[in-house]
């Protein structure tokens, strides 16, 4: 598996090669770029992406907050996650535009905790594809949930992975605005994937 | 600023929370959103924004004040002016306040704002949102949307689990914690809980409700009652956004709170 790209971007260099330090002192999976200010981010970038930029918000806080708002929207068009490395005060509103926070009391192991949570295909947040009607298998997955069956019963039933059936479960989820299973089983009633008869076996 | 102390005669802590406000206001450069304050009238505030008025109930403030200042209806209620400016900001903006500017003298009070909007999720709002999916269902012909009911009936008993499991178990910890704290050595039986455990398992109670919401919007055909389909909806806007403010009190002022006492108590030794 290739490194994790982490980038560090702080005017302070005791804090830039203190992170840097703290990241290398415990795991080779991250590979570890570090600059003074965020000029030169951009052409990073565009040439190769980080997994996770590390960034004081000073940098970003003034014109109406519009700055922040658009390292935000890079960080959705680039795929990478926004951690904001903090020993000042920021307001709330300000540190929720970052996928997380990084404050200078936290010890190591908060610290890579926090970094592993971001980078943890498992749990990043689903990037909803396009409203485009539903798949053949995405229907298969939804009749199933409605007539009670569990992920890994469909798994089983579909011959695919129980992660297979997760990530259609997402994908569903995205596309209909519907996560719950009895909130499924009512669209599947609505458009005849399943009878009504069945529903009522199912609660 | 001195003019403010002297009419309602407002503590350090209370200039401390205008500066906060103030300072934020400068620093965000909000166009669109007001801080509300404790000299303001309160007939101003709800005003400004009709939401306030779930809160203010909560509080038990009732209408009819006048024109009286937040500060003097708080005088007069005796609760924390603090707490309820707090609380009053958060609906008004979701701004949360940082740190400092909370303490936990606010948790009896706030766990009595929290117990109060409890029951107006269980007694008042979800049981008319019920009245109005039958009415709803009555006035449709699409036999399907019978199924409104059940889903409705499941989600409202998620959400008085979720309530009631603060109730019985969090709160009273917390209350004990609080009660303890000043008197030394909190008994054992609080050494074995901690508030973390329920941050982490603070269930989501608007999963369900997002999915009804998504169900009437795009899902249902169109039916031949229009209006309750519609009232249904604002209410469930409504609803979630009280929700959302709700969990938010909780997860990010009662829990950070109870922390610090748990700290004080040295159960992170
Ligand atoms: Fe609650
Ligand atoms: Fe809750």
């Known amino acids: 598996m290739s490194k994790k790209k982490i980038y560090i971007v702080d005017q302070s260099e005791i804090i830039r090669r203190g992170i840097g330090a703290i990241l290398r002192s415990r795991s080779y999976q991250y590979e570890i770029i570090d600059s003074i200010d965020s000029s030169d981010i951009q052409d990073c970038l565009r040439s190769q992406c980080p997994a996770i930029l590390l960034v004081n918000p000073q940098g970003y806080v003034g014109n109406k907050g519009e700055r922040l708002k658009a390292l935000r929207q890079k960080a959705i068009n680039f795929g990478f996650k926004l951690v904001a490395v903090v020993y000042a005060y920021f307001d709330e509103q300000v540190l929720s535009l970052f996928d997380d926070v990084i404050y200078i009391n936290d010890d190591e192991a908060k610290i890579f905790s926090k970094l592993e949570k971001l980078t943890d295909p498992e749990l990043s947040p689903f990037v909803p594809e396009e409203t485009s009607p539903l798949s053949q298998r995405e229907l298969d997955v939804i009749r199933l949930v409605a007539l009670g069956h569990s992920n890994r019963d469909i798994a089983e039933e579909l011959f695919i992975s129980i992660h297979t059936v997760i990530s259609h479960r997402k994908n569903i989820t995205a596309k209909l605005g519907i996560k719950s299973a009895s909130g499924l089983t009512i669209y599947a009633v609505i458009n005849k994937l399943i009878s009504s008869g069945d529903f009522d076996k199912t609660v | ?269």
């Not at chain 2, 303890?180 to 608007?206: A, C, K, Q, T």
């Not at chain 2, 169109?222 to 929700?243: A, C, G, H, S, V």
């Open chain 2, 1 to 269: 600023m001195s003019s403010i102390y002297k009419k309602s005669r407002i503590s350090s802590d209370n200039l401390k929370y205008l500066l906060y406000f103030t300072e934020k206001e400068l620093r965000m450069n909000h166009t669109d959103e007001f801080r509300i304050e404790g000299n303001f009238r309160m007939a101003d505030v709800i005003n400004a924004n009709e939401r306030l008025l779930l809160i203010i109930e909560r509080f038990g403030i009732s209408l009819g004040f006048g024109d009286k200042t937040i500060f003097e209806i708080c005088r007069e209620h005796q609760l924390d002016p603090l707490l309820v400016l707090v609380v009053m900001n958060v609906f008004n903006s979701h701004s949360f306040p940082a740190q400092g500017f909370l303490s936990v003298n606010m948790l009896p009070g706030l766990i009595s704002y929290l117990k109060n909007g409890h029951r107006y999720y269980l007694k008042e709002k979800l049981p008319f949102i019920g009245e109005l999916i039958d009415r709803f269902i009555e006035n449709t012909d699409n036999p399907d949307t019978k199924l409104l009911k059940s889903f409705f009936r499941e989600y409202a008993r998620e959400v008085s689990e979720h309530m009631s499991l603060e109730e019985t178990t969090v709160f009273p910890y917390i209350l004990a914690l609080y009660n303890y704290s000043e008197n030394g050595e909190p008994p054992s039986e609080l050494m074995n809980y901690r508030i973390d455990e329920f941050v982490e398992h603070h269930s989501d109670i608007e999963e369900k409700l997002d999915d009804l919401m998504h169900l009437l919007i795009k899902h249902f055909p169109p039916t031949k009652d229009r209006f309750y389909r519609n009232m249904i909806l604002l209410e469930l806007f409504n609803l979630q956004y009280d929700l959302n403010d709700h969990s938010g009190i909780e997860n990010r002022i009662l829990a950070p709170l109870v922390r610090q006492l748990e700290e004080k108590a040295g159960k992170n030794e």
